[in-house]
Protein backbone atom coordinates (compact mmCIF):
# COMPACT_ATOMS: atom_id res chain seq x y z
CA UNK A 1 0.00 0.00 0.00
CA UNK A 2 1.02 3.46 -0.41
CA UNK A 3 3.02 5.12 2.27
CA UNK A 4 1.91 7.33 4.79
CA UNK A 5 3.49 10.54 5.54
CA UNK A 6 4.78 9.29 8.90
CA UNK A 7 6.06 5.81 8.57
CA UNK A 8 4.74 5.01 12.23
CA UNK A 9 1.28 5.05 10.87
CA UNK A 10 1.66 2.42 8.46
CA UNK A 11 2.38 0.08 11.79
CA UNK A 12 -0.37 1.65 13.49
CA UNK A 13 -3.05 0.72 10.32
CA UNK A 14 -1.50 -2.48 10.32
CA UNK A 15 -2.09 -3.39 13.96
CA UNK A 16 -5.84 -1.69 13.97
CA UNK A 17 -6.67 -4.93 10.86
CA UNK A 18 -4.95 -7.28 13.00
CA UNK A 19 -6.75 -6.01 16.07
CA UNK A 20 -10.21 -6.32 14.00
CA UNK A 21 -9.59 -9.29 12.49
CA UNK A 22 -8.45 -11.01 15.61
CA UNK A 23 -12.35 -9.72 16.74
CA UNK A 24 -13.72 -11.38 14.23
CA UNK A 25 -11.40 -14.82 14.67
CA UNK A 26 -12.80 -14.92 18.00
CA UNK A 27 -16.68 -14.84 16.90
CA UNK A 28 -17.87 -11.46 18.61
CA UNK A 29 -21.01 -9.88 17.19
CA UNK A 30 -21.07 -8.23 14.17
CA UNK A 31 -21.95 -4.89 15.67
CA UNK A 32 -19.42 -5.00 17.88
CA UNK A 33 -16.71 -5.99 15.07
CA UNK A 34 -18.03 -3.28 13.17
CA UNK A 35 -17.67 -0.74 15.58
CA UNK A 36 -13.86 -1.75 16.45
CA UNK A 37 -13.71 -1.66 12.73
CA UNK A 38 -14.64 2.42 12.96
CA UNK A 39 -12.86 2.95 15.86
CA UNK A 40 -9.31 1.62 14.80
CA UNK A 41 -10.00 3.43 11.82
CA UNK A 42 -10.43 6.68 13.46
CA UNK A 43 -8.27 6.31 15.64
CA UNK A 44 -5.71 5.50 12.34
CA UNK A 45 -6.25 8.43 10.29
CA UNK A 46 -6.31 11.88 13.12
CA UNK A 47 -9.14 14.16 12.16
CA UNK A 48 -11.07 11.24 10.38
CA UNK A 49 -14.70 9.89 11.55
CA UNK A 50 -16.43 7.13 9.73
CA UNK A 51 -19.39 4.98 9.46
CA UNK A 52 -20.45 1.53 8.18
CA UNK A 53 -23.84 0.78 6.82
CA UNK A 54 -25.64 -1.80 5.69
CA UNK A 55 -27.68 -2.42 2.82
CA UNK A 56 -30.94 -4.13 2.59
CA UNK A 57 -33.69 -4.19 0.35
CA UNK A 58 -32.87 -1.04 -1.42
CA UNK A 59 -31.95 0.66 1.66
CA UNK A 60 -29.24 1.98 4.28
CA UNK A 61 -29.02 1.17 7.79
CA UNK A 62 -26.45 1.99 10.15
CA UNK A 63 -23.65 -0.57 11.18
CA UNK A 64 -21.50 1.37 13.18
CA UNK A 65 -21.36 5.11 13.50
CA UNK A 66 -19.85 5.77 17.35
CA UNK A 67 -18.25 9.08 16.84
CA UNK A 68 -21.18 10.56 14.36
CA UNK A 69 -23.78 12.64 15.97
CA UNK A 70 -27.24 11.12 17.28
CA UNK A 71 -29.52 13.31 14.77
CA UNK A 72 -27.19 12.57 11.82
CA UNK A 73 -27.74 8.75 12.82
CA UNK A 74 -31.23 8.77 12.43
CA UNK A 75 -31.65 10.98 9.70
CA UNK A 76 -29.48 8.13 7.06
CA UNK A 77 -31.48 5.16 9.10
CA UNK A 78 -33.41 3.48 6.14
CA UNK A 79 -31.88 5.97 3.40
CA UNK A 80 -32.98 4.96 -0.32
CA UNK A 81 -29.74 4.39 -2.57
CA UNK A 82 -29.73 6.32 -5.69
CA UNK A 83 -27.53 8.18 -8.14
CA UNK A 84 -27.67 11.53 -6.14
CA UNK A 85 -28.22 10.62 -2.74
CA UNK A 86 -24.65 11.46 -0.65
CA UNK A 87 -21.96 9.52 -0.72
CA UNK A 88 -22.89 6.63 0.75
CA UNK A 89 -26.16 6.46 -1.27
CA UNK A 90 -25.23 6.51 -4.19
CA UNK A 91 -21.99 4.19 -4.00
CA UNK A 92 -23.97 1.73 -2.82
CA UNK A 93 -26.18 2.16 -5.96
CA UNK A 94 -23.18 2.16 -8.16
CA UNK A 95 -20.96 -0.25 -6.92
CA UNK A 96 -18.19 2.68 -6.97
CA UNK A 97 -16.33 5.00 -4.76
CA UNK A 98 -17.71 8.18 -4.38
CA UNK A 99 -15.82 10.80 -3.23
CA UNK A 100 -17.26 14.69 -2.30
CA UNK A 101 -14.48 16.84 -1.97
CA UNK A 102 -16.80 19.57 -0.27
CA UNK A 103 -20.05 18.79 0.36
CA UNK A 104 -21.19 22.56 -0.07
CA UNK A 105 -21.08 22.25 -3.77
CA UNK A 106 -21.30 18.67 -4.62
CA UNK A 107 -24.51 18.09 -6.34
CA UNK A 108 -24.90 14.81 -4.36
CA UNK A 109 -25.25 16.24 -1.03
CA UNK A 110 -27.53 19.48 -2.29
CA UNK A 111 -30.76 18.09 -0.49
CA UNK A 112 -28.66 17.29 2.79
CA UNK A 113 -26.69 20.26 3.07
CA UNK A 114 -28.03 21.58 6.36
CA UNK A 115 -27.69 17.69 7.83
CA UNK A 116 -24.48 17.93 7.13
CA UNK A 117 -23.26 21.62 7.85
CA UNK A 118 -24.93 20.66 11.77
CA UNK A 119 -22.53 17.20 12.03
CA UNK A 120 -19.76 19.50 10.58
CA UNK A 121 -19.20 17.69 7.41
CA UNK A 122 -17.20 19.34 4.51
CA UNK A 123 -15.87 16.39 3.09
CA UNK A 124 -17.48 12.59 2.53
CA UNK A 125 -16.24 9.42 0.46
CA UNK A 126 -17.94 6.60 1.07
CA UNK A 127 -16.27 3.06 -0.67
CA UNK A 128 -19.06 0.05 -1.52
CA UNK A 129 -18.91 -3.28 0.66
CA UNK A 130 -19.12 -6.19 -1.57
CA UNK A 131 -19.66 -9.18 -1.28
CA UNK A 132 -17.45 -12.19 -2.75
CA UNK A 133 -19.89 -12.80 -5.59
CA UNK A 134 -19.37 -8.90 -6.27
CA UNK A 135 -23.14 -8.08 -4.54
CA UNK A 136 -23.32 -5.08 -2.33
CA UNK A 137 -23.42 -5.28 1.82
CA UNK A 138 -23.04 -1.82 2.23
CA UNK A 139 -20.83 1.34 2.52
CA UNK A 140 -17.66 2.30 4.59
CA UNK A 141 -17.25 6.03 4.99
CA UNK A 142 -14.49 8.56 5.88
CA UNK A 143 -15.95 11.86 7.37
CA UNK A 144 -13.90 15.29 7.59
CA UNK A 145 -14.50 18.80 9.27
CA UNK A 146 -12.88 20.50 6.26
CA UNK A 147 -13.01 20.42 1.82
CA UNK A 148 -10.05 17.81 0.96
CA UNK A 149 -9.33 15.02 -0.92
CA UNK A 150 -7.66 11.33 -0.04
CA UNK A 151 -4.04 10.62 -0.73
CA UNK A 152 -3.09 7.25 -1.95
CA UNK A 153 -2.73 6.13 1.63
CA UNK A 154 -6.01 7.09 2.42
CA UNK A 155 -7.54 5.27 -0.43
CA UNK A 156 -5.98 2.24 0.61
CA UNK A 157 -7.21 2.61 3.82
CA UNK A 158 -10.69 3.24 2.95
CA UNK A 159 -10.74 -0.08 0.52
CA UNK A 160 -8.88 -2.28 3.21
CA UNK A 161 -11.18 -1.01 5.67
CA UNK A 162 -14.32 -2.28 3.73
CA UNK A 163 -12.59 -5.40 2.73
CA UNK A 164 -12.75 -6.47 6.56
CA UNK A 165 -16.33 -5.41 6.88
CA UNK A 166 -16.98 -7.41 4.33
CA UNK A 167 -15.20 -10.26 5.85
CA UNK A 168 -17.60 -9.67 9.01
CA UNK A 169 -20.59 -8.96 7.24
CA UNK A 170 -20.43 -12.35 4.94
CA UNK A 171 -19.63 -14.51 8.03
CA UNK A 172 -22.44 -12.97 10.04
CA UNK A 173 -24.69 -13.60 7.41
CA UNK A 174 -23.71 -17.20 7.05
CA UNK A 175 -24.14 -17.72 10.54
CA UNK A 176 -27.96 -16.51 10.14
CA UNK A 177 -28.20 -19.07 7.18
CA UNK A 178 -26.73 -21.72 8.96
CA UNK A 179 -29.48 -20.99 12.09
CA UNK A 180 -32.12 -20.55 9.50
CA UNK A 181 -31.24 -23.98 8.41
CA UNK A 182 -31.02 -25.89 11.64
CA UNK A 183 -33.90 -24.56 12.68
CA UNK A 184 -35.86 -26.31 9.63
CA UNK A 185 -34.04 -29.21 10.20
CA UNK A 186 -35.48 -29.36 13.79
CA UNK A 187 -38.82 -28.24 12.43
CA UNK A 188 -38.77 -31.44 9.98
CA UNK A 189 -36.99 -33.76 12.73
CA UNK A 190 -40.39 -32.98 14.89
CA UNK A 191 -42.89 -33.35 11.73
CA UNK A 192 -41.73 -36.54 11.52
CA UNK A 193 -44.60 -39.21 11.76
CA UNK A 194 -44.12 -41.04 14.83
CA UNK A 195 -45.26 -44.78 15.74
CA UNK A 196 -46.93 -44.93 19.49
CA UNK A 197 -47.58 -48.52 20.75
CA UNK A 198 -49.07 -49.55 24.32
CA UNK A 199 -48.23 -53.21 25.77
CA UNK A 200 -49.16 -55.00 28.84
CA UNK A 201 -47.49 -57.74 30.73
CA UNK A 202 -48.91 -60.31 32.27
CA UNK A 203 -46.49 -62.82 33.97
CA UNK A 204 -43.43 -63.44 30.82
CA UNK A 205 -45.98 -62.52 27.91
CA UNK A 206 -46.67 -59.44 26.65
CA UNK A 207 -50.05 -58.31 24.86
CA UNK A 208 -50.05 -55.39 22.54
CA UNK A 209 -52.83 -53.13 23.03
CA UNK A 210 -52.64 -50.64 20.51
CA UNK A 211 -49.83 -49.61 17.86
CA UNK A 212 -50.44 -46.82 15.42
CA UNK A 213 -50.90 -46.93 11.83
CA UNK A 214 -47.37 -45.42 11.45
CA UNK A 215 -45.75 -48.57 12.05
CA UNK A 216 -46.15 -49.62 8.80
CA UNK A 217 -44.38 -46.55 7.23
CA UNK A 218 -41.81 -46.66 9.65
CA UNK A 219 -40.98 -50.24 10.30
CA UNK A 220 -42.26 -51.93 6.84
CA UNK A 221 -44.41 -54.11 9.57
CA UNK A 222 -48.02 -55.50 9.48
CA UNK A 223 -49.93 -54.24 12.07
CA UNK A 224 -51.65 -57.54 11.91
CA UNK A 225 -47.99 -59.52 12.54
CA UNK A 226 -47.61 -57.84 15.82
CA UNK A 227 -51.14 -58.65 17.06
CA UNK A 228 -49.61 -62.20 16.83
CA UNK A 229 -46.54 -61.34 17.98
CA UNK A 230 -45.44 -58.32 19.96
CA UNK A 231 -42.06 -59.06 19.14
CA UNK A 232 -41.87 -59.32 15.61
CA UNK A 233 -40.75 -55.57 14.65
CA UNK A 234 -36.89 -56.63 16.47
CA UNK A 235 -36.51 -59.73 14.08
CA UNK A 236 -35.72 -56.54 11.31
CA UNK A 237 -33.43 -54.85 14.13
CA UNK A 238 -30.14 -54.85 12.44
CA UNK A 239 -28.21 -57.86 13.22
CA UNK A 240 -24.97 -55.55 14.43
CA UNK A 241 -27.36 -53.90 17.30
CA UNK A 242 -29.90 -56.09 18.04
CA UNK A 243 -28.34 -58.00 20.99
CA UNK A 244 -27.47 -54.41 22.57
CA UNK A 245 -31.17 -53.12 21.42
CA UNK A 246 -32.99 -56.31 23.43
CA UNK A 247 -30.66 -56.34 26.18
CA UNK A 248 -31.58 -52.39 26.84
CA UNK A 249 -35.46 -53.25 26.12
CA UNK A 250 -34.56 -55.81 28.51
CA UNK A 251 -32.92 -53.83 31.32
CA UNK A 252 -36.07 -50.92 31.13
CA UNK A 253 -38.64 -53.60 32.31
CA UNK A 254 -36.67 -53.12 35.26
CA UNK A 255 -35.78 -49.60 35.67
CA UNK A 256 -38.49 -48.23 34.06
CA UNK A 257 -37.41 -46.07 30.95
CA UNK A 258 -35.01 -46.33 28.31
CA UNK A 259 -33.78 -43.93 25.15
CA UNK A 260 -32.02 -45.39 22.56
CA UNK A 261 -31.36 -45.22 18.49
CA UNK A 262 -30.76 -48.34 16.44
CA UNK A 263 -30.61 -49.31 13.11
CA UNK A 264 -33.45 -51.30 11.15
CA UNK A 265 -33.11 -53.62 8.05
CA UNK A 266 -36.57 -52.73 6.04
CA UNK A 267 -38.24 -55.75 3.94
CA UNK A 268 -36.78 -53.87 0.58
CA UNK A 269 -33.53 -54.02 1.96
CA UNK A 270 -33.00 -50.51 3.16
CA UNK A 271 -31.58 -49.02 6.62
CA UNK A 272 -33.28 -46.80 8.37
CA UNK A 273 -32.31 -45.67 11.99
CA UNK A 274 -34.96 -45.81 14.63
CA UNK A 275 -35.35 -43.94 17.64
CA UNK A 276 -37.17 -45.41 20.79
CA UNK A 277 -38.15 -43.87 24.49
CA UNK A 278 -39.77 -46.72 26.32
CA UNK A 279 -41.55 -45.74 29.57
CA UNK A 280 -43.47 -47.11 32.18
CA UNK A 281 -47.09 -46.40 32.67
CA UNK A 282 -48.54 -45.66 35.53
CA UNK A 283 -51.41 -47.55 36.58
CA UNK A 284 -53.39 -48.26 39.68
CA UNK A 285 -52.22 -51.13 42.07
CA UNK A 286 -52.35 -54.59 41.26
CA UNK A 287 -53.36 -54.18 37.76
CA UNK A 288 -51.31 -55.12 35.18
CA UNK A 289 -48.04 -53.62 34.25
CA UNK A 290 -48.16 -51.48 31.08
CA UNK A 291 -45.15 -49.67 28.86
CA UNK A 292 -45.66 -46.85 25.85
CA UNK A 293 -43.33 -45.92 23.41
CA UNK A 294 -42.78 -43.60 20.41
CA UNK A 295 -40.86 -44.98 17.72
CA UNK A 296 -39.11 -42.17 15.37
CA UNK A 297 -37.36 -42.75 11.96
CA UNK A 298 -34.74 -40.25 12.44
CA UNK A 299 -32.68 -41.27 9.31
CA UNK A 300 -33.09 -38.07 7.79
CA UNK A 301 -32.23 -36.24 11.09
CA UNK A 302 -29.10 -37.97 11.11
CA UNK A 303 -28.14 -37.67 7.43
CA UNK A 304 -28.68 -33.65 7.88
CA UNK A 305 -26.82 -33.69 10.69
CA UNK A 306 -23.90 -34.92 9.26
CA UNK A 307 -24.47 -32.86 6.02
CA UNK A 308 -24.39 -29.60 8.46
CA UNK A 309 -21.36 -30.81 10.43
CA UNK A 310 -19.99 -31.17 6.88
CA UNK A 311 -21.29 -27.81 5.12
CA UNK A 312 -19.68 -26.06 8.85
CA UNK A 313 -16.70 -27.74 8.80
CA UNK A 314 -16.47 -26.29 4.79
CA UNK A 315 -17.72 -22.83 6.07
CA UNK A 316 -14.89 -22.43 9.16
CA UNK A 317 -11.99 -23.75 6.41
CA UNK A 318 -12.51 -21.14 4.02
CA UNK A 319 -13.42 -18.43 6.72
CA UNK A 320 -9.47 -19.80 8.29
CA UNK A 321 -8.59 -19.39 5.13
CA UNK A 322 -9.73 -15.96 4.32
CA UNK A 323 -8.20 -14.83 7.11
CA UNK A 324 -5.00 -16.18 6.51
CA UNK A 325 -4.88 -14.76 2.97
CA UNK A 326 -5.95 -11.22 4.08
CA UNK A 327 -2.91 -11.46 6.94
CA UNK A 328 -0.17 -12.63 4.03
CA UNK A 329 -1.11 -10.11 2.17
CA UNK A 330 -0.74 -7.28 5.13
CA UNK A 331 2.07 -9.19 6.02
CA UNK A 332 3.59 -8.66 1.92
CA UNK A 333 2.26 -5.49 1.52
CA UNK A 334 4.33 -4.08 4.74
CA UNK A 335 7.57 -5.81 2.74
CA UNK A 336 6.66 -4.16 -0.06
CA UNK A 337 6.67 -1.21 1.80
CA UNK A 338 9.93 -1.60 3.46
CA UNK A 339 11.64 -2.24 -0.09
CA UNK A 340 10.05 0.75 -1.14
CA UNK A 341 10.93 3.05 1.36
CA UNK A 342 14.65 1.45 1.29
CA UNK A 343 14.49 2.46 -2.28
CA UNK A 344 13.87 5.78 -1.59
CA UNK A 345 16.49 6.67 1.09
CA UNK A 346 19.08 5.28 -1.07
CA UNK A 347 18.29 7.04 -3.83
CA UNK A 348 17.57 10.13 -1.63
CA UNK A 349 18.87 10.87 1.13
CA UNK A 350 21.91 9.03 0.58
CA UNK A 351 22.53 10.48 -2.12
CA UNK A 352 22.50 13.97 -0.85
CA UNK A 353 24.54 12.92 2.03
CA UNK A 354 27.33 11.85 -0.41
CA UNK A 355 26.89 14.59 -2.36
CA UNK A 356 27.21 16.91 0.90
CA UNK A 357 30.28 14.88 1.51
CA UNK A 358 31.86 15.60 -1.42
CA UNK A 359 31.17 19.58 -1.59
CA UNK A 360 32.09 19.72 2.20
CA UNK A 361 35.53 17.39 1.49
CA UNK A 362 36.29 20.94 -0.93
CA UNK A 363 35.51 23.68 1.45
CA UNK A 364 37.01 21.81 3.98
CA UNK A 365 40.37 22.37 1.89
CA UNK A 366 39.24 25.83 1.28
CA UNK A 367 39.20 27.41 4.78
CA UNK A 368 42.09 28.72 6.45
CA UNK A 369 43.60 26.98 9.26
CA UNK A 370 41.25 27.94 12.46
CA UNK A 371 37.85 26.31 10.75
CA UNK A 372 39.57 23.33 9.38
CA UNK A 373 38.83 21.67 12.53
CA UNK A 374 35.06 22.76 12.94
CA UNK A 375 35.08 21.85 8.89
CA UNK A 376 36.06 17.99 9.62
CA UNK A 377 33.71 17.54 12.49
CA UNK A 378 31.06 18.75 10.22
CA UNK A 379 32.16 15.82 7.40
CA UNK A 380 32.30 13.37 10.43
CA UNK A 381 28.85 13.90 11.36
CA UNK A 382 27.39 13.81 8.03
CA UNK A 383 29.59 10.64 7.29
CA UNK A 384 27.88 9.06 10.61
CA UNK A 385 24.55 9.91 9.43
CA UNK A 386 25.46 8.16 5.68
CA UNK A 387 26.48 5.21 7.71
CA UNK A 388 23.48 4.91 9.73
CA UNK A 389 20.92 5.57 6.94
CA UNK A 390 22.74 2.98 4.88
CA UNK A 391 22.46 0.76 7.96
CA UNK A 392 18.78 1.63 8.37
CA UNK A 393 18.55 0.75 4.05
CA UNK A 394 20.26 -2.71 5.11
CA UNK A 395 17.62 -3.04 7.87
CA UNK A 396 14.28 -2.24 5.40
CA UNK A 397 15.21 -4.01 2.86
CA UNK A 398 18.98 -5.15 2.07
CA UNK A 399 20.15 -4.72 -1.62
CA UNK A 400 22.39 -7.09 -1.67
CA UNK A 401 19.50 -9.57 -1.48
CA UNK A 402 17.63 -8.04 -4.32
CA UNK A 403 20.90 -7.40 -6.59
CA UNK A 404 22.74 -10.94 -6.29
CA UNK A 405 20.02 -13.25 -4.79
CA UNK A 406 19.04 -15.49 -1.66
CA UNK A 407 22.55 -17.34 -1.58
CA UNK A 408 24.81 -14.49 -1.71
CA UNK A 409 22.90 -12.58 0.56
CA UNK A 410 23.11 -15.09 3.31
CA UNK A 411 26.88 -15.68 2.70
CA UNK A 412 27.30 -11.77 2.80
CA UNK A 413 24.75 -11.62 5.78
CA UNK A 414 27.36 -14.48 7.91
CA UNK A 415 30.56 -12.52 7.06
CA UNK A 416 29.35 -9.81 8.38
CA UNK A 417 28.13 -11.40 11.42
CA UNK A 418 31.26 -12.73 11.66
CA UNK A 419 32.75 -9.68 11.42
CA UNK A 420 30.84 -7.42 13.82
CA UNK A 421 30.67 -9.86 16.70
CA UNK A 422 33.20 -11.96 15.96
CA UNK A 423 31.20 -15.33 15.63
CA UNK A 424 32.88 -17.89 13.68
CA UNK A 425 30.01 -18.17 10.74
CA UNK A 426 30.18 -21.33 8.45
CA UNK A 427 28.09 -21.28 5.57
CA UNK A 428 26.57 -24.51 3.10
CA UNK A 429 24.92 -24.07 -0.06
CA UNK A 430 23.32 -26.52 -1.69
CA UNK A 431 20.53 -24.85 -3.69
CA UNK A 432 20.85 -25.73 -6.99
CA UNK A 433 19.48 -23.09 -9.49
CA UNK A 434 17.07 -23.02 -6.67
CA UNK A 435 14.85 -20.09 -7.67
CA UNK A 436 12.52 -18.53 -5.04
CA UNK A 437 9.53 -16.25 -4.69
CA UNK A 438 11.20 -12.71 -3.45
CA UNK A 439 9.20 -12.14 -1.08
CA UNK A 440 9.56 -16.00 0.40
CA UNK A 441 13.72 -14.94 0.29
CA UNK A 442 13.40 -11.92 2.11
CA UNK A 443 11.03 -13.47 4.52
CA UNK A 444 14.14 -16.42 5.10
CA UNK A 445 16.82 -13.51 4.76
CA UNK A 446 15.41 -11.77 7.83
CA UNK A 447 14.90 -15.25 9.88
CA UNK A 448 18.21 -15.79 9.19
CA UNK A 449 19.73 -12.08 10.48
CA UNK A 450 17.26 -12.89 13.64
CA UNK A 451 18.32 -16.18 13.92
CA UNK A 452 22.21 -15.13 13.48
CA UNK A 453 22.01 -12.02 15.64
CA UNK A 454 20.30 -14.11 18.34
CA UNK A 455 23.19 -16.42 18.76
CA UNK A 456 25.71 -14.03 18.61
CA UNK A 457 23.96 -12.31 21.60
CA UNK A 458 22.03 -14.74 23.92
CA UNK A 459 23.61 -18.14 22.71
CA UNK A 460 27.59 -17.98 24.14
CA UNK A 461 28.32 -19.48 21.31
CA UNK A 462 31.70 -19.30 19.61
CA UNK A 463 30.76 -21.44 16.45
CA UNK A 464 27.80 -21.33 14.04
CA UNK A 465 26.46 -22.98 11.04
CA UNK A 466 24.17 -22.07 8.01
CA UNK A 467 23.40 -24.31 5.29
CA UNK A 468 20.71 -23.92 2.36
CA UNK A 469 19.45 -27.11 1.02
CA UNK A 470 16.47 -28.26 -1.08
CA UNK A 471 14.02 -30.39 -1.80
CA UNK A 472 11.66 -30.65 -4.44
CA UNK A 473 9.29 -27.43 -4.22
CA UNK A 474 10.54 -26.41 -0.79
CA UNK A 475 13.21 -25.00 0.70
CA UNK A 476 15.45 -25.68 3.75
CA UNK A 477 17.24 -23.27 5.79
CA UNK A 478 19.67 -24.80 9.14
CA UNK A 479 20.99 -22.53 11.33
CA UNK A 480 22.98 -24.66 14.32
CA UNK A 481 25.12 -23.00 17.15
CA UNK A 482 27.25 -24.62 19.87
CA UNK A 483 25.94 -22.54 22.47
CA UNK A 484 24.18 -23.28 25.51
CA UNK A 485 20.36 -24.61 25.22
CA UNK A 486 17.24 -23.70 25.74
CA UNK A 487 13.25 -24.63 26.18
CA UNK A 488 12.00 -24.14 22.38
CA UNK A 489 8.57 -23.26 24.11
CA UNK A 490 9.88 -20.17 25.55
CA UNK A 491 11.56 -18.19 22.46
CA UNK A 492 11.21 -15.23 24.47
CA UNK A 493 14.58 -16.07 25.93
CA UNK A 494 16.37 -16.04 22.68
CA UNK A 495 14.57 -12.65 20.81
CA UNK A 496 10.92 -11.68 20.27
CA UNK A 497 11.32 -11.99 16.65
CA UNK A 498 11.23 -16.38 17.11
CA UNK A 499 7.77 -16.34 17.33
CA UNK A 500 7.17 -13.30 14.69
CA UNK A 501 9.50 -15.42 12.07
CA UNK A 502 7.15 -18.86 12.82
CA UNK A 503 3.88 -16.55 12.31
CA UNK A 504 5.34 -15.59 8.91
CA UNK A 505 6.59 -18.54 8.09
CA UNK A 506 2.96 -20.54 8.63
CA UNK A 507 1.41 -17.20 6.91
CA UNK A 508 3.21 -18.05 3.99
CA UNK A 509 2.49 -21.24 3.85
CA UNK A 510 5.72 -22.84 5.41
CA UNK A 511 7.05 -23.83 9.10
CA UNK A 512 10.00 -23.65 11.92
CA UNK A 513 11.21 -26.19 13.84
CA UNK A 514 13.68 -25.94 16.92
CA UNK A 515 15.75 -28.34 18.26
CA UNK A 516 18.08 -27.42 21.50
CA UNK A 517 19.84 -30.02 24.07
CA UNK A 518 22.49 -29.24 26.80
CA UNK A 519 25.77 -29.94 24.83
CA UNK A 520 24.60 -29.89 21.82
CA UNK A 521 23.62 -26.86 21.15
CA UNK A 522 20.72 -25.53 18.93
CA UNK A 523 18.93 -26.06 15.62
CA UNK A 524 16.53 -24.33 14.19
CA UNK A 525 15.19 -25.56 10.54
CA UNK A 526 13.42 -23.21 8.10
CA UNK A 527 10.88 -25.06 5.66
CA UNK A 528 9.33 -22.12 2.98
CA UNK A 529 7.85 -23.26 -0.18
CA UNK A 530 10.15 -21.86 -3.36
CA UNK A 531 6.79 -20.25 -4.63
CA UNK A 532 3.48 -19.28 -2.65
CA UNK A 533 0.91 -21.48 -2.70
CA UNK A 534 3.44 -24.58 -2.72
CA UNK A 535 3.21 -26.16 1.29
CA UNK A 536 6.12 -27.41 2.31
CA UNK A 537 6.16 -30.96 2.53
CA UNK A 538 8.13 -32.99 5.23
CA UNK A 539 11.97 -32.85 4.46
CA UNK A 540 13.90 -36.05 3.83
CA UNK A 541 15.27 -37.21 6.44
Known amino acids: MPMPANPNEHDDLLSAYRRVLQELARGAPLAAVLKRLTEEGEASV ?184 PHAWSKDIHPADRAAVLAQLGAARTQGECDLEYRLLRPDGSVRWIHDRMFRVASESGSPERFAGISEDVSARRQTTLALAHALEELEARARLRENSLQAELLLAEERERRRLAIDLHDGLNQQLTLAQMKLVALAEAVDARHEPAARKVLQLIADADRAARNLTFQLSPPVLHDLGFSAAVQWLAEEIQQSFGLQVEFEDRLIDAELDRNISLLLFRAVRELLTNVAKHAKASRANVSLRQHGAQVEVVVRDNGVAFNPSAVSGRGLGLSSIRERLELLGGRMQIDSSSGQGTAVTLLAPRKLGHAPEPAPQ
Request: aromatic share 8%.
Open 46 to 229: PGMRCSVLLLREGNLYEGAAPSMPEFFRAAVEGLPIGPQIGSCGAAAHSGRRVVARDVEVHPNWADFLDLARAAQIRSSWSEPIKATDGSILGTFAMYYGEPREPDAFELEAIGTFAQIAAIAIESDLTSARRRETEQRFRQLAEAIREVFWLTERRGANDTLLYVSPAIETVFGCPRENLCVD
